[in-house]
């Protein structure tokens, strides 16, 4: 027989454990393994398997940090089911986006197609149903009387960065979370909607339950999904910092993207690792080491419980989330260039060539943005079920964008040099299933051809690109006719994967408007993720005279292979990509041309600086838990 466990209904349970004071300081984390006291442990043989179904509704808030607090539980509900499969971990969606600009709206209900759209605060946006934000306490209020809350628990806070940790605790147990001055100002109003259990948060004090640090906040959510029999192996990091910027005008920092975490944690039930850190510059090193402090402790404590940390996403743009830059990944001009690299956040072992963690980034032009890409991997399967819906599966319509792959070759430089990356790439697609439109560097000035660009479930670039765009037609880089920014302006595209095997197209310190990045425009039509360069990544990897690979076709190659053949998630395709590229490069006797920067034939045995400089500089842009839907290989074929 099947048992749904109302996983939070037990309230007496609750109760119990919801006694005494824990940690000292407001806002503070203990990230040291050896402070942390014997606990109970994950010992089941089984990780939950997890299923996704959606409400319809979409949530559109006004910019104000802690009404991202207050909606996350709002966001996602999470039950776990017993079947005679074994434990489902279920959990049910209804997305937000963080209102900046009309456009991402737009996207999201062309996409997503919602039953209703709900407003809260001041947003110039038409919705079923409208909430007022004037007041946060009173929010809170309205809220939590609109919740079933069957742990009859209530969350107080006042400090935003220890409400954004305490988030997706609140949205696990479907209880709300209160923005106050004081528990005395609601607790007699919770009390009356059926509250049992006051949880207070950092300088909050009182209640069933203090919980006075973001790490006390860790300590008890993995405790009660331990005892809960449920699973966490997702970790997100944010600088709750940038709350209290001003955002530049079309530059980075940009203020409040943190606010997209609180519901990208309440999804993947994570604990969240925050830091309260001023940001400066793009290259920071004492503030990479504080978030990578914060990151560590939350990972030491997930494993403290018996769970593997699986998956990590830094949630802010590269100012709020310093990339760590590299030295030693080029020769001749590109010997001293440092490299800025996502990696650092990963690697647990020294070695920031391989990965021990799945990780993704969060970004955008501005926060509305980056809740539109949370907000689209957590709609996710509803889109893919209304397109399933409207193009038979059985593969008897053929004009599903889940079909598609576009493949787009650039300059004559890289047809004549690299046909092994092409070769394989398309046979991968066609294996996996696709429908896949090639086109080489000319035939894509094409208007009709560029148009083809839109409608894709793999969107894939090999040859020569910057910052703003894709070189495809030229000899070489230099001389290329681009795709850019400006051809994705005004553009909705649909939940696509944009893949650059390319120079530069994934960076984001140039000296740009945030409208001019190519990474970004792909993101802001409507993309599910982007994976590119954020430096040159040249150099070969076949031995002369034949070339059939350069470095980033070769990681790229491997990338596109574990989603489309092995149906890994973004985050695991990139880690096992590079992990494997590591493994080979390491290994390997090669002749080289190119690799000192002019073209000297030159000897290697195992990994060159160009090998070092292309595991390092491709980030994934995206949720590293989001899976890109692909239909059966069959469907294609027999269809």
Request: net charge negative; charged share 20%; proline share 4%.
């Amino acid at each position: 027989m099947n048992k749904v466990f109302a996983m939070f209904a037990i309230a007496a349970m609750i109760v119990a454990v919801f006694a005494g004071c824990i940690g000292e300081e407001a806002g503070t984390q203990s990230t040291d393994a050896g402070t942390i006291a014997p606990v109970e442990q994950y010992l089941n043989d089984f990780v939950p398997q997890k299923s996704v179904a959606s409400t319809g509704t979409l949530y559109v808030i006004e910019k104000i940090p802690e009404l991202a607090v207050i909606m996350a539980p709002l966001s996602a509900s999470h039950t776990l089911l017993e079947t005679d499969k074994g434990l489902v971990a279920k959990v049910v969606a209804s997305p937000v986006l963080v209102f900046s600009e009309e456009f991402n709206v737009q996207v999201m209900t062309e996409q997503y197609q919602p039953t209703k759209i709900v407003t809260v605060g001041n947003v110039p946006v038409s919705g079923s149903e409208k909430m007022d934000a004037s007041d946060m306490t009173a929010l809170s209020l309205e809220i939590a009387a609109k919740m079933e809350n069957p742990s009859k628990t209530a969350f107080v806070f006042h400090d935003y960065a220890i409400g954004l940790a305490a988030a997706p605790l609140a949205a696990y147990l479907g209880a709300p979370m209160i923005c106050a001055e004081s528990l005395e100002a609601v607790s007699g109003e919770l009390a009356a909607l059926g509250v049992e259990s006051f949880v207070t948060l950092g300088r909050i004090k009182g209640g069933s339950m203090h919980l006075a640090a973001v790490s006390d906040v860790q300590d008890y959510f993995l405790k009660l999904m331990v005892k809960n029999g449920d699973y966490c192996n997702y970790i997100v990091a944010v600088n709750a910092y940038d709350a209290k910027l001003e955002a530049s005008a079309n530059r980075f920092p940009q203020d409040s993207m943190s606010m997209s975490a609180a519901f990208l944690a309440a999804f993947h039930k994570a604990v969240i690792a925050v830091v309260d850190v001023e940001p400066g510059n793009f290259r920071n090193e004492n503030l990479t080491f504080e978030i990578k402090t914060a990151i560590t402790g939350a990972r030491v404590r997930v494993l403290a419980h018996g769970m593997v940390p699986e998956y990590l996403c830094v949630v802010g743009d590269p100012v709020a989330i310093p990339m760590q830059y590299y030295l030693e990944c080029g020769t001749g001009d590109y010997a001293d260039e440092p490299v800025p690299s996502d990696n650092y956040y990963a690697d647990f072992d020294g070695n920031p060539l391989t990965q021990e963690m799945a990780i993704g980034r969060i970004v955008g032009r501005h926060v509305g943005d980056a809740s539109t890409l949370v907000a689209r991997s957590m709609g996710y399967d509803r889109i893919i079920a209304l397109e399933t819906a409207a193009n038979d599966p059985t593969g008897e319509h053929l004009q599903s964008w889940i079909k598609n792959a576009y493949f787009l070759e650039g300059t004559l430089q890289i047809e004549l040099f690299c046909t092994g990356d092409v070769v394989q790439v398309n046979k991968m697609l066609t294996e996996g299933g696709f429908l896949t439109k090639f086109r080489h560097s000319a035939m894509a000035t094409d208007p009709i051809a560029r148009q083809e660009i839109y409608n894709n479930n793999y969107i894939i670039y090999y040859g020569h690109g910057g910052e703003n765009g894709w070189g495809h037609l030229g000899i070489g880089g230099i001389d290329a006719i681009m795709i850019d920014a400006g051809d994705f302006e005004g553009v909705v595209v649909v939940p696509g994967n944009g893949i650059a095997a390319s120079c530069l197209t994934s960076r984001l310190d140039a000296k740009l408007g945030l409208d001019e990045y190519c990474s970004l425009a792909f993101l802001h039509s409507g993309c599910l993720s982007y994976v590119g360069g954020t430096r040159v990544t040249w150099g070969e990897v076949k031995v002369w005279p034949v070339l059939e690979s350069s470095c980033n076709g070769l990681l790229n190659n491997r990338y596109i292979e574990n989603l489309v053949r092995y149906n890994e998630t973004l985050g695991n395709a990139l880690k096992i990509a590079k992990n494997e590229y590591y493994t080979i490069a390491s290994n390997m006797d090669r002749t080289l041309i190119y690799i000192d920067n002019n073209g000297e034939i030159v000897e290697w045995h195992g990994l060159t600086p160009w090998d070092r400089r292309t595991m390092l500089a491709y980030p994934l842009y995206g949720d590293p838990a989001a899976n890109p839907y692909e239909y059966r290989a069959s469907d294609v074929i027999f269809g």
